[in-house]
């Protein structure tokens, strides 16, 4: 993997940052510390915004931390500190073994089984994460114009705009622990977005797009991304509400990823130990309608959620989550794993490049399928709030999108509420479409729930 000790920006080699974690892994074992772990980072980037035509805003941040877990038997300690001076780590370790001396002991606490942890070749596996960009704040406002520009000349009735930003952002680790886990590496990420106003007084309408990639040539064009958030703003003009009813909802494929995240937080190991998840209990059986699988690929080159491991060190591994409806395996640490009685997959720090996908898509299956499949119902554009009750499963969210008549869209809405249960919501998954669309680390096409009510005005 590449070494961050030529690229721009970091002040910090990766020699340097083993060089801390060895010597702070020896502090806590000097002190008497039965297990310890750290990890050291840094961060670099910068952010600029142009409203207008006109510069609004040029952030630069460049973080630094060195984070630290002691054990005492099963206690635990934690501290950090961003000094990385001898007298500094000193203190912080110390500041964690303090901490542990006076916690009560908690049986599920502990570093993971060294049989868990990557070796030193598979902690070394390539992914493809670090694509540094060489920008500087006068280019990137230039590529910020040039994606507004695009945006307010599609149509005169783009009436305003709420500014386009770019964010370059690079960060690189090295972590380990006394079970003998090392490992580290560097990554990043660069965004292009913008939002326009369209249409005036009470009639108004926002939205907006963007582009994010680990690396800045993947970047969709500035223009292309002003183009197409000036259309979605321009298509909700005329919005009106609709009168209540129950449906079928398809929701666009930017938000079908908003109920494969419900999905994995039902399935986490956190809600499940404190029994706070409507999927208790729910390992090997039927979880989503038969036609649906989700695949985990962690290895998966420039994936946003790709890692060769876990944030305690432990080995990650591709996997079926969901076989034909069925649910495979949960998400679990460490921790969350001795809590329930198992075993840690390797997602202590979340989920890992999830795609769901229906045995029943063809290709030809893109958005205007979708619709027609849908036939008569809501298309979801746009969901606000974060009414979702992960406990019983019940679901309610503002929405807007269109109202659609015969598999064609008829008018835009707006001011409607949309309310289901999820678990009778991922059973009544009817069609995935073949619209795919990555969104952080899961990918999902556009999504058809058979039935929900929709609350209108």
């Known amino acids: 993997m590449s070494s961050p000790r030529t690229d721009p920006g970091f002040a910090y080699r990766t020699e340097q940052f083993q060089q801390i974690v060895e010597d702070t892994l020896a502090l806590a074992r000097r002190l008497g510390a039965s297990d310890a772990g750290a990890e050291v980072s840094e961060g670099v980037g910068l952010s600029v ?14 973080d630094k931390s060195l984070g630290v877990s002691v054990y005492l038997g099963q206690r635990r300690g934690n501290a950090s500190t961003s000094d990385f001076s001898p007298a500094a780590l000193r203190q912080t370790v110390q500041a964690a073994y303090d901490i542990a001396r006076f916690t009560a002991e908690d049986p599920a606490a502990g570093l993971p089984d060294a049989d868990d942890l990557a070796s030193a070749h598979e902690a070394a596996r390539d992914l ?21 520009d695009a945006a307010m000349r599609v149509d005169r009735r783009i009436t305003n705009s709420e ?32 939002s326009v106003i369209a249409g005036r007084g009470r009639a108004m309408q926002r939205d907006g797009w963007y582009s ?24 909700r003009l005329r919005s009106r509400r609709v009168a209540t009813a129950e449906v079928p909802v398809l929701f666009e494929s930017t938000l079908a990823s908003g109920l494969l995240g419900a999905f994995v937080q039902a ?41 060769p491991f876990d944030d305690e060190g432990v080995r990650t591994r591709p996997r079926q989550v ?36 229906s045995r029943l898509t063809r290709p030809g299956d893109d958005l205007d399928a979708m619709l027609r499949k849908l036939g008569r119902g809501l298309f979801v554009t746009e969901l606000m709030g974060q009414g979702v009750n992960y406990v019983t499963g019940d679901y309610s969210r503002g929405a807007a999108g269109f109202w659609v008549e015969g598999g064609r869209i008829v008018h835009p809405v707006h001011e409607i509420t949309i309310a289901g249960n999820l678990k009778a919501m991922f059973k009544g998954l009817v069609a995935v479409g073949a ?3 990555t969104q952080g680390s899961k990918t999902v096409g556009s999504v058809l729930v058979d039935r929900m009510t929709l609350a209108g005005g």
């Open 128 to 148: 493809d994460l670090f694509h540094p960009w060489a920008i500087d704040a006068a280019a990137a406002a230039e590529l910020a114009r040039r994606c507004e």
């Open 212 to 235: 994010s990639m680990r690396d800045a040539a993947e970047l969709a064009a500035p223009e292309a991304v002003g183009r197409y958030a000036a259309e979605r703003a321009l298509a």
């Open 267 to 307: 399935t986490s190991g956190g809600a499940l130990y404190r029994k706070t998840s409507f999927l208790l209990d729910s390992l090997g059986q039927s979880v989503l309608a038969p036609h649906i699988d989700i695949a985990e690929d962690p290895h998966l080159p420039k994936g946003k959620g790709s890692a």
């Open 163 to 194: 500014g386009a930003g770019v964010s370059v952002q690079q960060a690189h680790f090295q972590a380990g622990n006394t079970r003998g886990f090392r490992g580290g590496y560097a990554s990043s990420r660069h965004t292009l977005s913008v």
């Open 49 to 62: 915004s142009v409203r207008k035509g006109e510069l609004e805003n040029v952030e630069r941040n460049r």
């Open 322 to 357: 969901v076989q034909g409806g069925v649910l495979q395996g949960y998400f679990l640490s460490s921790y969350s794993a001795r809590k329930l009685g198992l075993r840690t997959t390797g997602h202590a720090g979340g989920s890992q490049n999830l795609r769901l996908t």
């Open 435 to 437: 619209d795919a669309y």
